[in-house]
């Protein structure tokens, strides 16, 4: 079950994704059947965190163990790539070793002491487990939400694997169809880590449909994580950007996903206050404009989403804990929507309940604010590890609605029928709104303009011409 009472959503809370790599070796370790041991030092071992390069490996809660090969291991990852067919012509297994490794580094925050690996094949992406990027023992399941989302955006019945089983079968193809990237992949399955697949043939559990599968993050993510999966847009894809193109689609479904139930949380309360008793179709045209997205025109004091979102965030959260009590039981979770609305708006000791959420000022839901801004906030838009795939950017206190240029030809080119063809900006106006966005129109031109995305003049509007990035 997915949704209470056609309102409580079964959506465990996220935390702060430290690194952007996260999200897809998430979905690598979900299918995998050989959990990462513990330590086995001291009386009371610690659980093992995995992270590509450590420079402070030293945490209280977990051993963090760096899966960069180093010294003996470093040649011996360098004699397992020739023994996959990659030509050294350095003539030294260390270098060649070393070369590969440099080359396989991912994203690095300015501040971070710890890097990931770019999951650019199966193998390379279980260079890092979310204990290692959370530096905690028991990091949220990731790729359970991811799932999640996934499902109530969909129009058919699935599993909740759905997510990571697409990534897999994408992954691989990747790597498939590219000798160095399968002698690369190959040689640390050999040398450096491996864990069998995840036997699901005994069972695996259907869910029915979402109830969200248009206009809303949820049928976004479904719609574009089908695309960024598909066998047309992996072969068109070098095998890096699919990766940042594919991390950038998981961080849109989480940070607007969150942000999406938290508004709707609040329409629910602000109903059952007022005793309306109204359709689901009417709540979900109220939950619209998600990310405000403010002309560029406007100060930055104007254009700042930072105290709407944080503070809409922790209501959605006080919200949902009255909500989860009062569909403890098991009668209640069955209703129907509107039996839910009739039934809470004549329930007195509810609605002092809701009315003390809704005026709250407390902070509860920290670690899903943390989750959703670093899920959307450019990480570091400077440096060799630059991160041009986020869509709000911060400035001291203000945090504005500012798209790196990669960010929108992942969304412009993904809204598209495909690979190499061309739409409108009308399809990519229709796109956004399912995201929670509405910018101005002459200010999405201009971005486009900007990235080399538009065809046309710009008097055509919603007619002007955007070639797809690849």
């Known amino acids: 079950m997915m949704l209470r009472g056609g309102i409580l959503f079964d959506l465990n809370r996220p935390q702060y994704v430290s690194v952007p790599e996260g999200f897809i070796s998430a979905l690598a370790w979900k299918l995998r059947d050989t959990p990462i041991p513990n330590s086995g030092v001291g009386p009371r071992p610690k659980p093992v965190g995995l992270m590509f390069k450590v420079k402070k490996s030293k ?190 689609v998981l961080r849109l479904a989480l940070g607007h996903g969150f942000l999406w139930e938290a508004a709707w949380y609040e329409r629910i309360a602000r109903h059952v206050l007022a005793n309306e008793i109204v359709s689901m179709e009417t709540v979900l045209d109220e939950v619209s404009d998600v990310v405000p997205w403010k002309s560029s025109l406007s100060t930055t004091g104007v254009r700042d989403v930072s105290s709407q979102l944080l503070w809409r965030t922790h209501r959605g959260a006080a919200i949902r804990r009255v909500l989860v009590e009062w569909f403890a039981g098991e009668v209640r979770s069955k209703y129907s929507f509107e039996e839910s609305l009739k039934s809470m708006s004549q329930d007195a000791s509810l609605r ?3 009315t003390a959420a809704l005026g709250s000022r407390d902070k509860v839901a920290t670690n899903t604010w943390e989750a959703v801004r670093y899920a959307l906030m450019i990480r570091d838009d400077a440096g060799p590890f630059a991160d041009y795939y986020g869509l709000l950017r911060s400035n001291g206190r203000y945090l504005t609605v500012d798209p790196g240029t990669e960010w929108l030809a992942v969304v412009a080119s993904l809204s598209g029928a495909g690979p190499n063809k061309s739409s409108t900006v009308a399809t990519l106006v229709k796109s956004l709104r399912e995201l929670g966005l509405n910018p101005e129109l002459g200010d999405l031109i201009r971005l486009l303009e900007t990235a080399g995305l538009a065809r046309g003049s710009a008097d055509a509007d919603q007619g002007v011409v955007i070639q797809s990035a690849f």
């Open 352 to 354: 002092i309940k809701l």
């Open 59 to 248: 945490t209280s809660k977990i051993q963090l163990i760096e899966t960069a090969p180093k010294k003996v291991e470093l040649i011996e990852f360098g004699v397992q790539l020739e023994k996959s067919g990659m030509k050294n012509t350095a003539g030294d297994a260390g270098i060649l070793a070393q070369a590969v490794i440099n080359s396989l580094a991912g994203v690095q925050a300015e501040k971070s002491a710890n890097q990931a690996a770019s999951p650019l094949s199966p193998a390379l992406a279980l260079l890092q487990n979310m204990r290692g990027v959370q530096r905690t023992e028991n990091p949220p399941d990731l790729a359970g939400i991811l799932g999640t989302l996934y499902r109530l955006g969909s129009k058919e019945a699935g599993t909740i694997d759905e997510v990571a089983d697409r990534w897999l079968h994408a992954s691989g193809r990747r790597r498939d169809s590219d000798p160095l990237l399968a002698a690369v992949d190959s040689a640390v399955r050999v040398s450096l880590i491996d864990a069998p697949l995840r036997d699901r043939s005994a069972h695996s559990e259907m869910l029915a449909m979402g109830p969200f599968s248009s206009d809303t993050p949820f049928s976004w993510f479904t719609s574009v994580w089908n695309k960024i999966t598909s066998d047309e847009w992996v072969d068109a894809l070098p095998a890096r950007v699919w990766v940042d193109w594919a991390t950038t």
